[in-house]
């Protein structure tokens, strides 16, 4: 199947930077975003078996792609040098191919093509002297993540009888916590079977698997007949994984190994090419057989949450041993500990975009995967990557192509933003809660709430920000107001502080915990705006090399939504300038042209001196980056992002030149077979998904065809 540990066959929801709490607007662009976006379209019940057909009727739509399923590659031709070719063998057909190619990239999860090619490996965690890494695991936690096969669990809607089989675990007092599993009747996977760490996680996968066959239905036997649990009586399995979902094995060696300093300190690559953000996530070797006192889901799991996202460099995706080999997913160049972060779906797919467009520009140019670490070969790379819609962090495009960064923009409106009207529910104060509001440099705004009161109380609201301009970690407090309250319904809380920005950036204003107090919410979505909750806290002492993070986060399940609030001075975030500044998503501010509320006809409207020849037109617009759009196990309550642009129109010179009638898409991209001759483009938005102001990116226009050209 398509997908790996996304696919029918595993089940595992595509996770990514964004399900980790501090990172705003972090889903992965590109190909991965693609995807997403068009499986919560067609998909919006997170079906695994639809997301299946989605998957295989995109990569089928491809003209490039020879898909070979069913077959696995068993022997290469060059070992110890180039690779020649690759022997594939399908046992469906049985048939067998050579695969003969000048570059070969490796994203097989395992490494098979990298490790019969003889480049160097390394499997289990490092001694945390070689890397200085204080989060490394203690041989007795254990050095490689196990694997995990879930299962599905229903109401039958009448009482339900299970026999098990004979090879189901009996011994069920082995799991720590057998006392203590827990059901849920729900149309989702149960995470209650890990196993495998202490084993060799490629060559003993078989064993590895039927002993979580046999712990999965040990498990199911306990819950269903052990009389220890109520409430179980018409439960009844839907569904067992047929393989394993498998974590961790092989990891090669590149020009870098991405280690543990680099995803806390968020170092900076000048080859950055990709990104990641995801938690450092290490599970105990033993599985469900640990000892450790952990969650119910997976005994043990020891988290290193980073302050946001941090860069991945295209050195850890090239062999060290083989010239023409490329390293994607979780065998790339990592040590163990950077790796526990890495390895999810959506990061991974972010290093294959980042391997597709180096293979490309190779093709192109005749270079070889090393040379494109030259710095004029990476700046290519990266422009070529962030035109397909991937986002390196603190990279902007710069594209002296694009005819429109020579062009006079306007716009029929830009947003004015002075607050957001309290039509939404109340939220109790039971957690603190924030707004982010994107500020330009200067002196901070005064921001009113609406809040209801149920008893005399004292409110403390605090201003913070983060410690880097696009870090949305709120934890530099900027100033503190404590707002005395009697009891009574929409009253307006003044959080007033002194202090200035030196550089435009998102600030949080936040209402703390307080049990008396309730704060309006506004059903009104603008780009680029949200508020978030605080979730806990990661104490620096109790974790190793673990930075102090407080959580704040929308929440993955939340409906998006902003705080009620009004703002002393006009605040314009939505410039129509924004969609030529090189950012397709918010960082420092919201980067994209937003219109008017009120504005019932929003045009961008772009014009030269003299009539340009335009071949293509391409627009990034507003699919939401802050939702992970979740592609299993979660039902969308809309098919389409409501803050995707949905019906517009693209004039020239007066003269129509594009209609779309129902976009989902983030990317548009439109190539003319007859290329344009205009003075003016006008971009015509019609409609959106949902009630939200327009916005638009990125608006870019060439004169000749985008391809990787050499």
């Known amino acids: 199947m398509l997908g790996g540990n996304a696919s029918s066959e595993v089940r595992v929801p595509v996770c990514g930077a964004g399900w980790t709490y501090n990172n705003r607007w972090a889903r992965e662009g590109g190909v991965v975003d693609e995807i997403l976006v068009e499986n919560r379209f067609r998909n919006p019940e997170g079906n695994a078996v639809l997301f299946d057909t989605v998957l295989l009727d995109m990569v089928t739509a491809e003209p490039g792609i020879s898909l070979l399923l069913d077959t696995v590659a068993v022997d290469v031709q060059g070992r110890g040098a180039a690779i020649r070719s690759v022997r594939a063998f399908c046992s469906m057909s049985q048939t067998i191919y050579d695969v003969e190619a000048p570059l070969f990239c490796d994203a097989s999860g395992d490494g098979v093509l990298a490790y019969l090619s003889g480049a160097a490996f390394r499997m289990g965690a490092e001694a945390r002297e070689e890397f200085g890494e204080d989060f490394a695991p203690s041989e007795e936690f254990g050095t490689l993540l196990g694997h995990t096969i879930p299962f599905y669990i229903k109401d039958g809607g009448r009482r339900v009888s299970f026999n098990p089989p004979g090879y189901a675990l009996e011994e069920i007092s082995r799991i720590p916590r057998h006392r203590r599993m827990f059901t849920q009747v729900r149309s989702e996977m149960t995470f209650l079977s890990e196993y495998g760490g202490r084993l060799d996680t490629v060559r003993q996968a078989g064993q590895i698997k039927w002993e979580l066959w046999r712990i999965v239905f040990g498990i199911w036997n306990h819950l269903k007949n052990s009389g220890s649990f109520t409430g179980v009586e018409n439960l009844t399995l839907e569904w067992v994984g047929a393989i394993p979902g498998k974590r961790e094995s092989r990891r090669f060696e590149g020009y870098y190994m991405l280690t543990q300093r680099d995803i806390v300190e968020q170092t900076e690559h000048d080859d950055a090419v990709a990104y990641g953000g995801f938690a450092v996530d290490l599970h105990p070797a033993d599985g469900v057989f640990a000892d450790d006192d952990g969650d119910e889901i997976i005994s043990g799991a020891h988290l290193l949450v980073p302050r946001g996202i941090y860069q991945i460099p295209y050195r850890c995706l090239i062999s060290k041993d083989v010239p023409n080999l490329f390293l994607a997913g979780r065998l790339a160049s990592s040590s163990h500990v950077a790796f526990g972060s890495t390895r ?119 201003v913070r920000t983060g410690r880097g301009t696009s870090d ?239």
């Open 344 to 462: 999810v779906m959506a990061t991974c797919a972010q290093m294959g975009q980042a391997v597709g467009m180096a293979a490309a520009v190779c093709t192109a140019t005749g270079a070889t995967p090393r040379a494109l670490l030259e710095p004029a070969r990476m700046v290519r790379l990266q422009r070529e990557l962030l035109k397909s819609g991937q986002f390196i962090p603190g990279v902007a495009l710069q594209d002296d192509d694009d005819l429109v960064q020579k062009s006079e923009i306007s716009a029929s409106s830009e947003l004015v933003l002075t607050g957001l009207p309290a039509n939404g529910a109340q939220l109790r104060l039971d957690r603190s809660r924030a707004q982010l509001l994107p500020l330009p440099a200067g002196e901070l705004p005064s921001v009113t709430f609406v809040v209801d009161v149920e008893k005399p109380t004292t409110l403390r609201a605090e």
């Open 472 to 710: 949305y970690t709120p934890d530099v407090v900027l100033g503190v107001v404590e707002v005395p309250l009697l009891p009574g319904v929409k009253q307006k809380v003044d959080v007033a502080v002194e202090g200035k920005l030196d550089e435009a950036r998102y600030v949080f204003y936040c209402l703390l915990e307080n049990e008396h107090v309730a704060v309006h919410t506004s059903d009104q979505l603008v780009s680029g705006l949200t508020s978030v909750f605080y979730e806990g806290k990661q104490g620096a002492a109790a974790k190793r090399g673990a930075p102090d993070v407080e959580y704040w986060w929308p929440g993955l399940r939340e409906p998006r939504r902003n705080l009620a609030f009004s703002v002393d001075r006009p605040l314009r975030p939505g410039a129509a300038e924004n969609v030529r500044n090189g950012y397709s998503r918010p960082t420092t501010g919201v980067n994209a042209w937003v219109a008017a509320k009120g504005d019932l006809a929003p045009k961008l409207l772009l014009s030269w001196g003299e009539a340009k020849t335009i071949a293509e037109i391409d627009i990034s617009f507003d699919t939401d980056f802050d939702d992970v759009m979740q592609s299993v196990l979660r039902v969308h309550d809309d098919r389409s992002v409501l803050s995707c642009v949905r019906h517009y129109r693209i004039w020239a010179d007066g003269e129509l030149a594009v209609e779309c009638l129902d976009n989902h898409q983030t990317i548009n991209k439109h190539v003319f077979e007859n290329p344009l001759k205009a003075r003016r483009l006008t971009l015509d938005i019609v409609a959106s998904h949902g009630d939200v102001p327009a916005a638009v990116f990125e608006f870019r226009c060439y004169e000749s065809p985008q391809a990787v050209a050499g």
